[in-house]
């Protein structure tokens, strides 16, 4: 987003519908050509520098807190900040890899947010964290990013029907489908 020129060689997988994609040959950040007017918009992981400094640069959704959480009491639907996949081959092979996974990451998640919630040493340096997390809970009951299939379902099924409209692939999947059994 804020440091110029190409960044790899973007590439998609095939497609039901095939799109464009072109490289920043220039030697200008995106947030540079979205200032511009070069580009229209920008999706990414971060925000644009001038959108601190561009009156015009601007985020679509200035309200995105409030439409997320109306979004979640109407629809509990809420984005999912990642998935992991393994391979086909590797859980054929070694089907314990799943569950081992899965309690790693409950573990690792359990840990983080003890240390997020404990406040009498706050870890990070963000103002309004006590008020951020006051919402966690009111909005999540404490964890915004559930694990397992029923209390993503919604959102899943969201996904998918996203995904379908958009005719990235042919025909809508059972949420079940996608995940393998874990072993406890």
Do not use: C
Not at 65 to 90: G, P
Not at 117 to 131: E, G, I, K, S
Not at 172 to 183: E, G, I, R, S
């Amino acid at each position: 987003m804020n440091t110029s020129g190409s960044h790899g060689s973007p590439t998609v997988l095939p497609l039901l519908k095939k799109i464009s994609i072109e490289n920043n040959t220039t030697r200008k950040t995106l947030g540079q050509l979205l200032a511009e007017g070069a580009v229209d918009a920008t999706l990414g992981t971060s925000l644009p520098d001038e959108i601190r400094t561009n009156p015009d640069v601007v985020r679509l959704f200035p309200n995105y807190v409030e439409l997320d959480k109306e979004l979640y009491n109407r629809k509990t639907i809420y984005l999912i900040m990642h998935l992991v996949a393994i391979k086909k081959t590797v859980y054929e092979r070694y089907p314990f890899v799943a569950t081992s996974l899965y309690d790693a990451f409950v573990k690792s998640k359990k840990i983080a947010l003890e240390k997020l919630f404990n406040l009498r040493a706050v870890r990070y340096m963000t103002p309004f964290l006590m008020r951020e997390i006051d919402d966690i809970w009111e909005v999540f009951n404490g964890d915004p990013w559930p694990y397992e299939i029923e209390p993503n379902r919604q959102t899943l099924e969201a996904l998918i029907t996203y995904q379908r409209d958009l005719r990235l692939i042919a025909a809508p999947v059972k949420v079940d489908d996608l995940f393998v059994p874990t072993y406890g």
